[in-house]
């Protein structure tokens, strides 16, 4: 079903066309999005997790999670950013320093169950156990790509998860 519009064109900087009338078809376009589900973490809940490199219930706290994407599904790359929790003596400028700040980083071909591992390193890759025991906040955020080497397409990111996050 074609829809009138009125249109104007910029001839030069300042200056327009008068306005007139085009039509186009209407196109119905289906939007959904990637979400992350059922968050679950083996040492805490999901707004935080414990961690002490000198216990063995809790130097290696995983996380489980699902990516769901009811559109055109494609590759994901996940975060899990983990903040260690005011301990005590802190200042709000405490907060401007990466120190306290961990991740751990996956890839998965597609939509699905995640299951990943923290070692205790500040960064993937890195010394384990390297962070204080604590308690840390954390946030997981999703990126889809056509491919993982391609640019992002979207992504998804969960700081306070809602009702349809919780396992």
Not at 22 to 30: G, K, Q
Not at 128 to 147: H, K, L, Q
């Amino acid at each position: 079903m074609p829809i009138p519009l009125v249109v104007q064109m910029g001839v030069t900087r300042g200056e327009w066309q008068d306005p007139f009338e085009v039509t186009a078809e209407a196109m119905y376009v289906d939007v959904r999005n990637v979400t992350i589900k059922n968050v679950s973490v083996s040492t805490g809940t999901v707004d935080y997790v414990k961690y002490d490199p000198e216990s063995a219930s809790l130097n290696r706290p995983q996380f489980a999670f699902t990516i769901e994407d009811l559109g055109d599904p494609h590759e994901y790359e996940y975060t899990i950013y983990l903040r260690q929790s005011i301990p005590p003596g802190w200042t709000e400028e405490d907060w401007e320093t990466d120190e306290d700040v961990a991740s751990v980083v996956g890839q998965i071909t597609a939509p699905g169950q995640v299951t990943a591992t923290w070692d205790g390193s500040q960064t993937p890759g890195g010394d384990p156990d390297t962070m204080p025991a604590g308690v840390y906040s954390f946030d997981i955020f999703v990126r889809e790509y056509d491919d993982v080497a391609d640019p992002e397409i979207g992504g998804h990111h969960t700081q306070f998860p809602g009702p349809d996050a919780r396992a």
